[in-house]
């Protein structure tokens, strides 16, 4: 099954890049495997939990949870030759990313859902573990940061589900929505693009300016 | 029903206070959206996964998904504006933390739970959204520093059970401790009122007074 | 019931942990409350949501969150001779660590899970209050710093799994993990054992040096 391939693919990048994380960190091995577990499965975790979805797919195949602890410590032998690898990295991230998005999604249809759910299920899935790894790690996740990395998620979705009203099968669906949205992460990641941010400043500025005058 | 049009008005302002903090970190535009929503819909949604009270509200209503997202953009189109308008929004974040424990309250009432925990869901359905919100954007949660604001979800819920222990109404209830906890916040607010801090200095004091010295 | 005397010790030793964290960052009463609950009851709250084991712990049994706040209060009281009383902290701290593990790896066994789900369950009970409070208090967790912290509650996990297995009756199997475990701790606390660290620095840093050379 094409899904389940992604899959394997998505927790495995996803559970190294948890683990660099907490490297930088300086974290023990056990918070390495921890964390590296919260930023494959947190995604899928958080919305089981939201759509009251049991039992979790890491219950129901520990196996996973198995897989993702070996990534982690693959991770920390190899992490010294991890530059070298870093663009293969940041393309099994995207993969990993817009499969999330792609299971997350289909779950939420097969529980009957609308499109706002499943869209909001898709992106959760997506970026929730990276969300839930950059505050184990006391960062301001980097979601809302990096190049175009959520809304990529999200108009992925529309994508899916554009694909499915046309009438396509679910293979079909599956496979260019997966190309769609990595093409387009790579494009983002290539050319920098970004969101437009909001940025605002308020009274506390002017406090801030005025103590570093005194 | 008057729970909803609070319940409607609530979460528009706590969409609101969760943009500005998003746009104070200067996240990117899907952040300001998933930050407000996080802030708007995530006490109803600790409670409801904490209680297993399923599905979830937003689950169930997705237009107040949409409702909240509508909210952070109107947010980021009239942030400018925004401080001549500080003071309606202090009062239209009071009305909500209020509503919110009420609601909050009313639904662990009505799966049949007692005293003890349905104050505790009022209170969590209060100031969740809130923790959750300063979490994302990394600072420590306002909620535990802010004049009296948990504090008086509280005594709104141990007002709110007084009033149904007495007989009263539904509508007489929820209404007299709407004007009830709405006219506290604003005492609190007016006064600079705050609970009693609990300061504790540990060892770490020593070391750090001898580095500022070296 | 042993299990229970175990608990009741154990939330009341987590509740003073993170009544004294809270302390620390100077919050107000209601959040050294809030903390103190989070940290006594929030791992059992995490496995209980994650495996959907309904009602959860505190919901069923409001007295223990009766409990965890008189022991927050009496914290507050008590903090100015805390410091004598630490060596006794420790101990219960290490008791509840371990009892917390064997709570959690039971119930999971109770639902039918098998050795990765019921090891994780034990290892979540045991170390995601602490998470939760250092979240709470905007910390990096120090679960994955101090000594052998989390790892006791995995070792403890499998000698608890293999008691079951050589066929030693319950009561048998509970003592012997809790002194087992208990000596552990004991152990790498006395002599600051502590796991191998994961340091990764990647390009970050030579930014970071050449900053400061300028």
């Given at each position: 099954m094409l899904l389940l391939v992604i899959y394997i693919i998505a927790i495995t990048a996803e559970a190294m890049t948890g683990a660099?994380?907490?490297?930088?960190?300086?974290?023990?091995?056990f918070g390495v495997v921890l964390i590296a577990c919260v930023t494959a499965l947190g995604g899928g975790s958080v919305r089981d939990v939201l759509l009251g979805h049991y039992p979790l797919t890491w219950v129901k195949h520990p196996e996973y949870l198995v897989l993702t602890c070996c990534a982690a410590f693959v991770t920390i032998l190899i992490a010294k030759w991890?530059?070298?690898?870093?663009?293969?990295f940041l393309l099994l991230?995207?993969?990993?990313?817009?499969?999330?998005?792609?299971?997350?999604?289909?779950?939420?249809?097969?529980?009957?859902?609308?499109?706002?759910?499943?869209?909001?299920?898709?992106?959760?899935t997506g970026v929730s573990g990276?969300?839930?790894?950059?505050?184990?790690?006391?960062?301001?996740?980097?979601?809302?940061?990096?190049e175009l990395y959520a809304s990529i998620s999200f108009v992925a979705v529309i994508f899916y589900w554009f694909c499915m009203d046309v009438g396509l099968s679910l293979e079909v669906t599956v496979i260019s929505t997966l190309v769609f949205g990595?093409?387009?992460?790579?494009?983002?990641?290539y050319f920098g693009l970004e969101m437009p941010k909001f940025i605002y400043k308020d009274d506390d500025e002017q406090s801030a300016s005025s103590k570093d005058e005194s």
């Open positions: 660099l994380s907490a490297g930088r960190r300086s974290m023990d091995w991890m530059k070298h690898l870093h663009s293969i991230d995207a993969l990993g990313l817009i499969g999330f998005t792609i299971i997350g999604c289909q779950i939420a249809l097969d529980m009957g859902h609308g499109f706002v759910v499943s869209a909001v299920a898709g992106v959760l990276g969300i839930l790894r950059d505050i184990l790690c006391n960062d301001v996740p980097l979601v809302f940061r990096r990595f093409s387009l992460r790579c494009i983002a990641i």
